[in-house]
């Protein structure tokens, strides 16, 4: 081949391999940015993996405190001359309902730092008004704490001051106006979670009531939890 052609090819070819290799570099660059979207990517459904079963071994594992039952009494007298069951409750004419809030930590782990704020009153039913928080940190309250196993209940009771009187106890038949227990528990479960279980409890003509012991009955509202 004559010399003056060598040159030529020569440079052809270059250009040839040159054209070859920035292809090769173009295709190579966007498969590394593919595999590297791909294992971003991958990376990101793997956390969210993981963030999903720790949320699950959470909510399977937490404490979970809340109402389990309230009774009250004392909210009529018994009638002229009747014989009351063994065990059954003494009325006491000098104060009125009196109600006992059992909580239960249905979780199966602890719950620490329990502690039930309650109320016990006297409205219109339905309710329409605000219901009256007292004071927290009224000088003499007394806040007790406590620790609640896996299982384990507490108790709490509360009473009105004063006994019904007749005109309210009409009342409450008549379905005009109800006793409502009420308040909330606020804990922490063993992932250091603050929790807060809200509850609101009623009784009147529309649940039934006797002299004797008396189951409540929950509100359409006010029966919260997180």
């Given at each position: 081949?004559?010399?003056?052609?060598?040159?030529?090819?020569?440079?052809?070819?270059?250009?040839?391999v040159?054209a070859?290799q920035v292809?090769?570099?173009?295709?190579q660059t966007?498969?590394m940015?593919?595999?590297?979207?791909?294992?971003?990517?991958?990376?990101?459904?793997?956390?969210?993996?993981?963030?999903?079963?720790?949320?699950?071994?959470?909510?399977?594992?937490?404490?979970?405190?809340?109402?389990?039952?309230?009774?009250?009494?004392?909210?009529?007298?018994?009638?002229?001359?009747?014989?009351?069951?063994?065990?059954?409750w003494?009325?006491?004419?000098?104060?009125?309902?009196?109600?006992?809030i059992?909580?239960?930590?249905?979780?199966?782990?602890?719950?620490?730092?329990v502690?039930?704020w309650?109320?016990?009153?006297?409205?219109?039913?339905?309710?329409?008004?605000?219901?009256?928080?007292?004071d927290?940190?009224?000088?003499?309250?007394?806040k007790t704490?406590?620790?609640?196993?896996?299982?384990?209940?507490?108790?709490?009771?509360?009473?009105?001051?004063?006994?019904?009187?007749?005109?309210?106890?009409?009342?409450?038949r008549?379905?005009?106006?109800?006793?409502?227990?009420?308040?909330?528990?606020?804990?922490?479960?063993?992932?250091?979670n603050?929790r807060?279980?809200?509850?609101?409890?009623?009784?009147?003509?529309?649940?039934?009531?006797?002299?004797?012991?008396?189951?409540?009955?929950?509100c359409?509202?006010g029966n919260?939890?997180?």
């Open positions: 081949m004559p010399a003056d052609l060598l040159l030529p090819l020569f440079n052809g070819l270059l250009v040839v040159v070859f292809f090769w570099m173009i295709r966007k498969w940015r593919k595999s590297g979207e791909a294992a971003s990517e991958s990376a990101d459904v793997a956390a969210r993996s993981l963030a999903t079963l720790k949320d699950t071994a959470i909510r399977q594992l937490r404490a979970y405190v809340f109402v389990d039952t309230i009774d009250v009494v004392n909210i009529i007298p018994p009638p002229p001359g009747e014989v009351l069951p063994a065990g059954a003494n009325y006491q004419p000098a104060i009125g309902p009196m109600a006992y059992i909580i239960k930590n249905s979780g199966q782990t602890p719950a620490y730092d502690l039930t309650a109320d016990i009153k006297f409205l219109e039913f339905p309710n329409t008004s605000p219901l009256p928080y007292g927290r940190n009224a000088p003499g309250l007394i704490k406590l620790t609640l196993p896996a299982e384990g209940k507490s108790s709490k009771s509360i009473k009105l001051q004063q006994p019904l009187t007749n005109d309210e106890i009409e009342k409450l008549a379905t005009t106006h109800a006793i409502y227990v009420y308040g909330d528990i606020t804990y922490k479960d063993a992932f250091d603050q807060t279980s809200n509850f609101r409890y009623f009784i009147n003509g529309f649940t039934g009531f006797t002299h004797l012991s008396n189951t409540m009955s929950g359409p509202e919260e939890a997180d």
